[in-house]
């Protein structure tokens, strides 16, 4: 992954009049890689729509975009709201990582009512005899294992009407020729939200995903802007700020019959 600070031109977190409505009033939310990409426009958007924001991300070398990401947070925040706090960690593929994020968030904040699993990376490979096996289990274990230890850490701190959102891709449904392992791990992410739904609907917490298309985020740095997503239902890359609304519908009340689905903007 880049680093958003560096990206010409900047993705576009929170569109032009955008019109919040408390959605997410007094709720705590807990977002992994919020630094920046799809994971910092959730974090704008509940912050807009009301929420207390806490969000990982990976020290020292994503320290500047969570800055950003934190001064803009205290921006958008509530006038009685709890200030909202960054969280570094070096890895969060490993579960005592993942326990110290929700001690933190816990302690600070007493609870976690929405559980958003961005964190992610992808190094494309184009031939899979050139596929490292240390970068097989590295991506295992940002994109899957991060979501699994997350969730049994956190979910004892979630009440009746909490809700978990992971981020998949659409890559996890179509494959792609470059990211085998990537793809992989987001098709991983499909069942592991299906399943989970079900397992935690007799709690009344609901688990639902969002699987954006090509979206001009930090992962996708090293692409050409003009060229990436033209092979999509609209032709274009889309922006942070088209896909976090799906976050915002998930966390809110507005989706209280809805557990186990995925929503795909593209």
Same mark, same amino acid.
């Given at each position: *992954?880049?680093?958003? &600070?560096?990206?010409?031109?900047?993705?576009?977190?929170?569109?032009?009049? &955008?019109?919040?409505?408390?959605?997410?009033?007094?709720?705590?939310?807990?977002?992994?890689?919020?630094?920046?990409?799809?994971?910092?426009?959730? $974090?704008?958007?509940?912050?807009?729509?009301?929420?207390?924001? #806490?969000?990982?991300?990976?020290?020292?070398?994503?320290?500047?975009?969570?800055?950003?990401?934190? @001064?803009?947070?205290?921006?958008?925040?509530?006038?009685?709201?709890?200030? *909202?706090?960054?969280? *570094?960690?070096?890895?969060?593929?490993?579960?005592?990582? $993942?326990?110290?994020?929700?001690?933190?968030?816990?302690?600070?904040?007493?609870?976690?009512? /929405?559980?958003?699993?961005?964190? #992610?990376?992808?190094?494309? $490979?184009?031939?899979?005899?050139?596929?490292?096996?240390?970068?097989? @289990?590295?991506?295992?274990?940002?994109?899957?294992?991060?979501?699994?230890?997350?969730?049994?850490?956190?979910?004892?701190?979630?009440?009746?009407?909490?809700?978990?959102?992971?981020?998949?891709?659409?890559?996890?449904?179509?494959?792609? #020729?470059?990211?085998?392992?990537?793809?992989?791990?987001?098709?991983? /992410?499909? %069942?592991? %939200?299906?399943?989970?739904?079900?397992?935690? #609907?007799?709690?009344?917490?609901?688990?639902?995903?969002?699987?954006?298309?090509? %979206?001009? %985020?930090?992962?996708?740095?090293?692409?050409?802007?003009?060229?990436?997503?033209?092979?999509?239902? !609209?032709?274009?890359?889309?922006?942070? $700020?088209?896909?976090? *609304?799906?976050?915002?519908? !998930?966390?809110?009340?507005?989706?209280?019959?809805?557990?186990?689905?995925? !929503?795909?903007?593209?």
């Amino acid at each position: *992954p880049g680093l958003e &600070y560096l990206m010409v031109p900047r993705p576009v977190s929170v569109a032009l009049g &955008y019109k919040s409505s408390n959605k997410l009033k007094g709720k705590v939310a807990l977002v992994t890689g919020g630094d920046s990409g799809i994971g910092r426009a959730v $974090c704008y958007h509940f912050g807009l729509e009301g929420a207390t924001v #806490a969000f990982v991300y990976v020290s020292p070398a994503e320290e500047i975009d969570a800055e950003e990401t934190l @001064e803009k947070l205290i921006q958008y925040k509530a006038p009685h709201a709890p200030k *909202p706090m960054k969280i *570094p960690v070096t890895d969060l593929g490993y579960h005592d990582q $993942c326990n110290k994020v929700v001690e933190d968030v816990v302690k600070e904040y007493g609870r976690i009512d /929405i559980l958003v699993n961005n964190a #992610a990376e992808q190094n494309p $490979c184009p031939n899979i005899e050139d596929l490292d096996p240390n970068q097989v @289990e590295r991506v295992f274990r940002t994109n899957v294992f991060s979501q699994f230890f997350m969730v049994i850490h956190g979910v004892k701190h979630m009440e009746e009407g909490s809700s978990i959102i992971n981020c998949l891709s659409r890559q996890g449904y179509l494959g792609h #020729a470059e990211n085998v392992d990537y793809a992989s791990t987001k098709g991983a /992410i499909v %069942t592991f %939200t299906r399943g989970l739904a079900l397992q935690l #609907a007799k709690r009344n917490i609901r688990v639902n995903g969002v699987a954006p298309g090509p %979206t001009w %985020t930090p992962i996708n740095a090293s692409h050409d802007p003009n060229k990436i997503g033209k092979d999509g239902p !609209l032709g274009r890359v889309g922006q942070p $700020c088209e896909v976090a *609304p799906s976050f915002v519908f !998930l966390a809110s009340q507005d989706a209280s019959y809805m557990t186990g689905q995925i !929503l795909h903007p593209n």
